[in-house]
């Protein structure tokens, strides 16, 4: 007999859970579920950095784990189970999401950033229902997820090394399990234990009596689509899809508690796209269609954030066209038709009492927040929108053009020109500071220069992140004296100094790291390894180089660019960007040895090699 009535509503349904770990298969038939279990093959390689949280970034995963079992299901006997039920557990400690160590020196530098302090643990959960219509599959999507606090106590270096080599940590998110030896490290639990273990059963059961409460009750699982941020076609599609997402219809299943970030609007595409599996479109001509549409939603987006509509809307309840018309000062009818197209495009949310941020705008887009992007939308909006209309003309005339205009042409800017690219690094600097400081153990090093470090964000998160570390950050005269005006959003500290020069031309200032980032990805090859030769010649036998670049996107990086257009991060290279072994073999042909590489977040990877003796 079943003791969970809810349980009991898909006994009779075929279930497949599609997830490869034990912890679940244990937690689910203890509870009294029959089902199948087909492991997913859908690799966790999202971009952690495109999520606005940790906790969506499972709900992602999970949800593409589910997908990716249900339409190989259904593609090999033409018959879908179900209901495919995958999860994604990760551990989330200041900022770092820590998925399952790679190996024990992974698992050595996870452990010790959770010892002593309190981390959170995240499960995605996805429950897909699957119907195969017409040969087609047709599903529907409802997620969730669950947040426990565990709290660890301070960890011996004798004691960490004696759990990673009993080998526990290796297949655990964050490197420990907290239902075997990892129980000795915590010293408290706040929240659902088993979500720690991989999966929240209590949530689960809620859900499911939430989904199955009445037939076309609200709360029916709704249909999602592949990709988040919908494609622009026409504005009026826009328009149609958000009076779909804003009318009376069913509520989203994730209406209790949303996955955060940018939430899919559904455009009036066909469900054969989902996941791109059942896609019949060419891929080229998928791809091609984007690019000639995709401006207009980068206009959109530039345009609400000059005109300050996220900072209007930031920390305040749903405001009325005519309220945000009055802040920005603009007329009601032309606002109230960006508001719903930035809401089609899932940057705004829309309800009958009016317009709100969604979490990622408030995170990303207002001008005031710890990680805005407000910075690099003005640049976009500003010099980068400049040069490309006047792209023909360039292309014509012979002028010299490229798709980052301004750090090519440095001596040529104006003040307030220096300053808007400034701001535009600044912003993803801070995005990705942590990520790059915490990539490797950095704490041997006791002076590091980082060349072309702009307003010094990455500086002061790698004097925050080492005490011993003083930090020289160079750069151009003109952007060094403009660098004071970023310093009142971080602590100064006396271990970053600022000192003019031209990377090209100066000799670099003396240290014993040395640090590149974001800069080289779109340098020509002969420009690249000047640079690094010059910076080779300045370390001395056991300084470091760390580089950290734009890291190539899954797809491109196995080979499968060829088949679509580039990804725009890469566009002022016109060829496919430099994968992490390349900078690793360049390193090493100058004389670096130890070279290892590592990600850094969801955009970055970071390659950090030790000067041999000559
Ligand atoms: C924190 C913690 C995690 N874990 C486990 C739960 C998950 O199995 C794993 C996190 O990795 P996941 O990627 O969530 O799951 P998985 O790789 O084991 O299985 P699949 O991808 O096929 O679904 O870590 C514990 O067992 N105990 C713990 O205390």
């Known amino acids: ?135 087609q599959l047709d599903t529907e999507v409802s997620e969730f997820y669950e947040e426990t606090t565990v709290k660890f106590s301070e960890l011996s270096e004798e004691l960490l090394w004696e759990y990673i080599d009993s080998g526990e940590p290796m297949d655990k998110a964050g490197g420990y399990g907290i239902q075997a030896l990892g129980g000795m490290l915590v010293e408290y639990v706040r929240g659902d234990f088993l979500n720690v273990v991989g999966f929240p059963l209590n949530r689960f059961c809620k859900e499911l009596a939430r989904l199955y409460r009445a037939p076309g009750a609200p709360g029916a699982p709704r249909r999602v689509q592949r990709d988040s941020i919908p494609a622009v076609h026409t504005f009026e599609e826009l328009g149609d899809a958000d009076a779909e997402g804003s009318g009376s219809g069913p509520a989203p299943a994730n209406a209790g508690r949303e996955a955060g970030g940018v939430r899919p609007r559904a455009p009036r595409t066909r469900e054969a796209d989902l996941n791109g599996v059942t896609d019949s479109q060419p891929p080229l001509l998928a791809g091609l269609l984007e690019l000639m549409y995709g401006f207009k939603a980068s206009k959109v987006l530039l345009t609400a954030c000059k005109l300050n509509v996220f900072d209007v809307l930031k920390d305040r309840g749903p405001l009325t066209a005519a309220d945000v018309a009055r802040k920005i000062d603009a007329s009601v009818g032309g606002t109230e038709h960006l508001l719903d197209i930035c809401a089609a495009l899932g940057l705004l949310d829309k309800s009958d009492r009016g317009y709100s941020n969604t979490e990622t705008a408030s995170l990303h887009l207002a001008s005031d927040s710890e990680q805005s992007l407000h910075g690099l939308a003005a640049y976009h909006d500003g010099p980068v929108w400049g040069a490309f209309t006047q792209l023909g003309r360039a292309v014509r005339e012979g002028a010299a053009w490229t798709p980052e205009p301004l750090p090519q042409a440095p001596h040529e800017r104006s003040t307030e020109e220096t300053l808007q690219f400034m701001r535009a690094s600044h912003g993803l600097s801070k995005l990705t500071a942590q990520h790059v400081a915490t990539a490797f153990d950095l704490s041997p090093f006791t002076s590091a220069c980082h060349l072309g470090g702009c307003t010094g964000a990455l500086a002061h998160k790698l004097v925050q992140e080492y005490p011993r570390l003083q930090v020289t950050v160079f750069d151009l005269p003109e952007v060094v004296k403009l660098a004071g005006d970023f310093q009142t959003d971080a602590q100064p500290s006396e271990r970053v100094h600022f000192v003019p020069g031209d990377l090209s031309s100066d000799s670099l200032p003396p240290a014993d790291l040395y640090v590149l980032c974001s800069l080289l990805h779109d340098w020509p090859e002969d420009r690249l390894h000047g640079l690094l030769s010059r910076v080779s010649g300045s370390c001395k036998p056991g300084a470091g180089l760390l580089l950290a670049e734009l890291a190539p996107a899954e797809e491109e990086a196995a080979g499968g660019a060829a088949r679509r257009p580039p990804g725009l991060r890469t566009l002022g290279t016109g060829r496919r960007p430099r994968g992490p072994g390349r900078y690793q073999r360049l390193l090493q042909r100058l004389g670096f040895q130890d070279v290892q590489a590592a990600r850094a977040g969801g955009l970055l990877h970071v390659v950090l090699g030790t000067r041999a003796a000559p």
């Open 1 to 135: 007999m079943l003791l969970c009535p809810v349980i009991g509503k898909l006994q009779h349904k075929r279930v497949v859970l599609a997830s490869s770990s034990p912890r679940r298969q244990e937690i689910l038939s203890n509870a009294g579920l029959r089902f199948e279990v087909v492991p997913s093959r859908f690799k966790e390689q999202l971009h952690k950095a495109a999520f606005a949280t940790p906790h969506a970034y499972a709900v992602e995963t999970a949800k593409q784990k589910a997908l990716e079992v249900a339409s190989r299901m259904h593609q090999k006997d033409l018959r879908a189970p179900d209901v495919v039920i995958g999860a994604d557990t990760i551990v989330a400690v200041g900022g770092l999401i820590l998925e399952k160590p790679v190996d024990k020196q992974d698992a050595y530098r996870m452990l010790l950033r959770l010892s002593g302090k309190e981390h959170s643990v995240f499960t995605g959960v996805t429950i897909v229902h699957c119907r195969s219509k017409d040969g």
